[in-house]
């Protein structure tokens, strides 16, 4: 079992102002975690990562690609507090500022997402939060 196990399912994802679905899974022998990530409604958006934990460090690698052109690198690791984060180790786009999604409040069926930014990778600002319920058949 591995820290990112919780997410493997099939989600649905409310926010302020719009929702979406999302389906993880877990492949090539179960060694990477795949998502895919599409909104739903007026603004249409999606996209998709590749999880890995390094072999030789333990620790998890992402790579996210999307419908809008971002294409980001980050690592991840649990928090103290039991939360996930997986944070871009420097910064990136033209913002220049260091980014991060940080997992939350995670039971067998919910957890609670946060896009967050910062320009210095001390001092966070949220720019979403996600609300995700998991999908029963």
């Keep these: ?4 196990d919780f997410w493997v399912g099939d989600w649905d994802a409310a926010w302020d102002g ?8 877990r492949e090539l022998g179960g060694r990477v975690y795949v998502e895919r990530f599409e909104a ?13 934990r390094h072999a030789g460090t333990g620790q998890w690698r992402q ?14 690791s649990v928090l103290a507090d039991g939360s ?5 180790p420097d910064r990136v786009d033209e913002e220049q500022a260091f980014k991060r999604m940080v997992f ?20 966070w600002e949220q720019r979403w939060a996600i609300d995700y319920t998991r999908r029963r058949p």
């Design 63 to 76: 790579t996210w690609a999307d419908s809008e052109g971002s294409y980001w690198s980050f690592v991840g």
């Design 18 to 25: 719009g929702a979406g679905r999302n389906s993880v899974t």
């Design 40 to 52: 739903l409604g007026d603004e249409p958006f999606s996209g998709m990562s590749i999880s890995v």
């Design 1 to 4: 079992m591995s820290e990112l």
């Design 104 to 123: 939350s409040d995670v039971t067998e069926d919910a957890f609670h997402w946060r896009w967050e930014r910062s320009p210095d990778g001390v001092v």
């Design 84 to 88: 996930f984060v997986f944070a871009t």
